[in-house]
């Protein structure tokens, strides 16, 4: 274990939930906690050419493709060369004290590390002297629970990582830290005032559903039950649920269950079929389950907002900038009002949308909203984010 630790903090044995990291100095809100370089990382597939390989550097032009590979680029030769120095990301946290759960991996995810394994031995066994079999399934599990996707300003998916020292951090659904990403950095910044001897918490997952919701996800993907403040009290769930007003008759609580169970069917349904079905295909199943939906629940149900977001995103994809703009104004109060404060999905709604009406020369509306993306980013990602200048130089070119 190495022993430097990480400044104004302290790792600590957390009541009821193992391991944990804790403040030891003030962090007021926007302040950086701490930074994490990657462990291990790659870039996904579909933004090859856009993004080094290296560094995560977003380019449109002026990246270099691999002479010897043909499919990665880079910025330069220094990008290119292997980077065999380990990086100063065990400061609290080594790799192999990462929980693997594998006692509590049921049948599905077992065969998923097999799979993952077997693709590995195949495409990579002449280039790599791999561990066997037990270390590996442990180093999946181990990857699966603890790894980070890395996203950029609108949450696209740029690339996975493994964070050991930022995977030290508990969960809670009322978090008081936030990372972003610089490249293949991980940045950890409050988005509350912390106190000397509170515990740091981040989020694991989208804080958007009700507490029953959450507690379903943060058990399957990492074996625990949450206890935090919004879990116990569920001070959101009502508004998060809210039923159609003005109603002839009010759903029976019967009913509710049965449209919430649909809800999440299509939801399943839908993550499924963005594999096989068209475009049209895809925005019809958002428009019916919405209108089956909108006899029970009202449009800032939550069920409701997810399969709007998802008809956006489609909209976008179709480069329908009207339909796109009409589902993104029905998001983002809806948003504000269920998310935490200085959460990246607002932000990234209202840059969207924001995007959106300049395109369509709605300027006075589009400058409005990239200036509440930016209240938001300049807290989350810091004000010398390069995302930040990014968003102020589309600003001024409005002017």
Request: aromatic share 10%; with cysteine.
């Amino acid at each position: 274990m190495k022993t430097e630790g990480i400044e104004g903090t302290e790792r600590f044995v957390s009541p009821g939930k193992g391991r944990g990291l804790r403040a030891t100095k003030h962090f007021k809100v926007g302040d950086l906690v701490f930074a994490c370089p990657a462990y291990a990382y790659v870039l996904t597939v579909n933004e090859r050419g856009g993004h080094c390989e290296c560094c995560f550097t977003r380019r449109e032009e002026g990246l270099s493709k691999c002479g010897k590979c043909k499919q990665a680029y880079y910025c330069n030769v220094e990008c290119q060369k292997c980077q065999t120095e380990r990086t100063p990301s065990e400061r609290v946290l080594t790799l192999r004290e990462l929980e693997a759960h594998l006692d509590k991996l049921d049948n599905e995810k077992n065969e998923m590390n097999d799979t993952d394994i077997a693709a590995l031995h195949h495409f990579y066994s002449r280039h790599l002297d791999s561990p066997d079999n037990a270390a590996l399934t442990e180093l999946f599990a181990q990857v699966n629970c603890n790894g980070f996707t890395i996203e950029d300003e609108e949450l696209s998916h740029l690339g996975s990582a493994v964070f050991p020292d930022v995977a030290l951090m508990n969960h809670s659904c009322s978090p008081n830290v936030i990372v972003t990403y610089k490249g293949t950095v991980a940045e950890v910044r409050a988005v509350q005032d912390i106190s000397p001897g509170e515990e740091i918490f981040n989020s694991y997952i989208d804080l958007l559903y009700p507490t029953e919701d959450r507690i379903e996800r943060l058990r399957d993907s990492y074996f625990f039950n949450c206890d935090c403040k919004e879990c116990t009290y569920k001070s959101k769930d009502k508004a998060k649920m809210e039923i159609r007003q003005k109603l002839s008759t009010p759903p029976e609580e019967e009913e509710i269950k049965q449209m919430v169970m649909y809800a999440r069917n299509v939801i399943e349904e839908f993550r499924r079929a963005k594999h096989y079905k068209t475009p049209s295909e895809l925005l019809e199943i958002c428009e019916l389950s919405l209108e089956k939906m909108g006899s029970v629940f009202a449009e800032t149900n939550v069920y409701m907002l997810h399969m709007m977001y998802q008809a956006m995103g489609v909209c976008l994809y179709m480069q329908d900038w009207d339909g796109a703009m009409k589902y993104g104004e029905k998001i983002i109060q809806p948003y504000s009002v269920h998310y935490p404060p200085y959460s990246l999905n607002v932000a990234s709604m209202y840059l969207k949308l924001g995007r959106l009406y300049l395109g369509l020369e709605k300027r006075t509306r589009g400058v409005k909203a990239l200036k509440k993306a930016l209240a938001i980013m300049e807290v989350a990602h810091g004000k010398d984010h390069p995302y930040i200048t990014e968003i102020k130089k589309e600003m001024e070119e409005q002017k």
